[in-house]
């Protein structure tokens, strides 16, 4: 551990829901490093709800973003900076990877330990940096060894989200009235965030009915925004056994559904994070994602990739990814972890 005296951190980490998810692992550890430290982090609105304010980080200041883009000026960035650097931040920790504007606004900080990954010659901008792995090489790990290297030490390695009692109340409602038990419920969340990365709907469907038919479960079809109309639709045309979610007003309410199920199944999005976070075992289809980067993280979690394999994707290529991923594989696939996570009850 670096023998300053660390008494204000300051975390950079903004971008699409996984890439929060995965960043918050290292969070929690910096918290279990200096439990007497104030840590802020620059991100944006989504990691409130994955970690509301006042768990492991006590300010957040929020970037505008569209996509997965910030829309906010640089311009604007740096003027925060400078009235951040008032707050004379003992550590700044970047986990922003390969960020020219998350390097810059480190250094522009102040802080006398500034941390991140080595990228060319912006790795003049730290006073503590590695270099990227060669190759692929997990998010969540990348986002610990930048912490790794000034001794903060990792008690846990799992992302984590949490959820509130009121969530779950929300949840045991919702099971009660629908008569869903854990035991018996398997999630299935079709969306992605292209039409071009999900599994066809037909396919889900086919793949609904053999498992219910065979295992006498319930399938709870879970959706996010302008999802509604495609889980109403595969929901429809399973028929028994098909649940449709109820709708959620945050990260949590999604990720206390899928808490409370047996198993999850989805392709690489969002939603499979937060899986992964709440520690519901994941059989999850990755088309052109890659497993060392992107699979659910933990020995629970199972991984079919596609045998399409590219070193990159267009669209076309990345729905022909999906497209090589049969029915047939994914049940067995499917089968073979409800029977392991049953066996006791068989």
Known sequence: MIEKDIKNILILKWGALGDLIMSTSAVRAVRENFPDAKITMLTNHLMNEILPEGK???????????????????????KNIWRLRKRKFDLVIDLKWKSERASLL??????????????????????????????????????????????????????????????????????????????????????????????????????????????????????????????????????????????????????????NCSLFVSVCTGPMNVANAVKTPVVALLGSSDPLDWAPYGEIHRVIKSPYVLPEYTDEEERRALDEISVENVLGVVEKRWLELHQNNL
């Not at 980080?57 to 829309?71: A, C, Q, S, T, W």
């Open 56 to 78: 492991f980080v006590d300010e957040y200041i929020f970037l505008k973003r569209g996509g997965r883009h910030v829309e906010e000026s640089f311009l604007k960035q740096v």
């Open 106 to 259: 480190t250094f522009l900080s102040g802080a006398k330990v500034r941390i991140g990954y080595w990228e060319k010659f912006y790795n003049r901008l730290y006073t503590h940096s590695i270099k990227h792995p060669a190759g692929r090489y997990h998010e969540v790990q990348r986002n610990l060894d930048v912490i790794r290297q000034i001794g903060i030490k990792i008690s846990e390695e799992n992302p984590t989200l949490f959820i509130s009692d009121t969530d779950r109340k929300f949840v045991q409602d919702f099971y009660a009235s629908a008569s869903l038990t854990k035991a018996k419920t398997i999630c299935i969340h079709p969306g992605a965030s292209k039409p071009n990365r999900a599994w066809l709907p037909e396919r889900y469907v086919e793949l609904s009915r053999i498992i219910i038919s065979k295992y006498d479960v319930d399938l709870l079809i879970t959706w996010g925004a302008k999802e509604l109309a495609l889980a109403q639709k595969i929901v429809g045309e399973i028929g028994k056994g098909a649940v449709l979610a109820p709708e959620t007003s945050s990260i949590a309410q999604l990720g206390a559904l899928i808490e």
